[in-house]
């Protein structure tokens, strides 16, 4: 996919998160609804976008991200918000669950590192913002789950050990359904 394409997607994005959001007292309740339908109009506004692959939710998440980071907003506390509105924008314009979830919870927890956050707590919320996401467009939750978590593990391991064990121990420990995945690729191992 071309360089400028995903470049549109994430200036898109920015620019319609950081107008809408700036100025709002309540960013949270905000947040979801903003991401989802600056997603819809910024993709549909691209005409030639192929909708597979995970670099355009990948392109959302980071679009959104740049435009709060912009306005001040906490990343740990507006990621599930994000990943929650970018899964549904992005599954709404066709882009399949999986490609969906998968390059938003990514995306997130690749932002994190960049930013300095808590990788594990962002992982934690993008992961419970994925599934959130899906179940709101009716799509297939426990695929959800599974597909968030091996996101989160694959991203967080792309960074460092460190950074995978303690994305690890804070799903395991706060997201229904991790346990057993976690256990699940342990014995794959």
Same mark, same amino acid.
């Given at each position: #996919?071309?360089?400028?394409?995903? *470049?549109?997607?994430?200036?898109? /994005?920015?620019?319609?998160?950081?107008?809408?959001?700036?100025?709002?007292? &309540?960013?949270?309740?905000?947040?979801?609804?903003?991401?989802?339908? !600056?997603?819809?109009?910024?993709?549909?506004?691209?005409?030639?976008? /192929?909708?597979?692959?995970?670099?355009?939710?990948?392109?959302?998440?980071?679009?959104?991200? &740049?435009?709060?980071?912009?306005?001040?907003?906490?990343?740990?506390? *507006?990621?599930?918000?994000?990943? &929650?509105?970018?899964?549904?924008?992005? #599954?709404? *314009?066709?882009?399949?669950?999986?490609?969906? !979830?998968?390059?938003?919870? *990514?995306?997130?927890? %690749?932002?994190?590192? &960049?930013?300095? =956050?808590?990788?594990?707590?962002?992982? !934690?919320?993008?992961?419970?913002?994925?599934?959130?996401?899906?179940?709101?467009?009716?799509?297939?939750?426990?695929?959800?789950?599974?597909?968030?978590? %091996? =996101?989160?593990?694959?991203?967080?391991?792309?960074?460092?050990?460190?950074?995978?064990?303690?994305?690890?121990?804070?799903?395991?420990?706060?997201?229904?359904?991790?346990?057993? /995945? /976690?256990?699940?690729?342990?014995?794959? =191992?």
């Amino acid at each position: #996919m071309p360089i400028s394409l995903l *470049s549109k997607v994430v200036n898109g /994005i920015k620019g319609g998160v950081n107008a809408t959001i700036k100025g709002t007292a &309540d960013v949270g309740s905000t947040l979801v609804n903003s991401v989802k339908n !600056v997603a819809v109009t910024t993709i549909k506004g691209t005409g030639e976008l /192929i909708v597979k692959g995970l670099q355009v939710p990948a392109s959302i998440v980071k679009g959104a991200i &740049d435009g709060l980071s912009e306005l001040g907003v906490s990343l740990v506390r *507006s990621i599930k918000g994000i990943v &929650d509105g970018a899964v549904q924008g992005a #599954m709404e *314009s066709g882009v399949p669950q999986e490609d969906a !979830v998968r390059g938003t919870v *990514s995306q997130a927890i %690749h932002s994190a590192k &960049d930013l300095g =956050a808590d990788v594990a707590s962002v992982a !934690v919320e993008a992961v419970k913002g994925a599934i959130s996401g899906v179940k709101q467009v009716g799509g297939d939750s426990v695929s959800a789950t599974k597909n968030a978590v %091996h =996101a989160a593990l694959d991203a967080s391991k792309e960074i460092g050990n460190e950074a995978l064990e303690s994305v690890k121990t804070a799903l395991h420990e706060t997201v229904d359904g991790a346990k057993e /995945i /976690i256990d699940e690729v342990k014995a794959k =191992a």
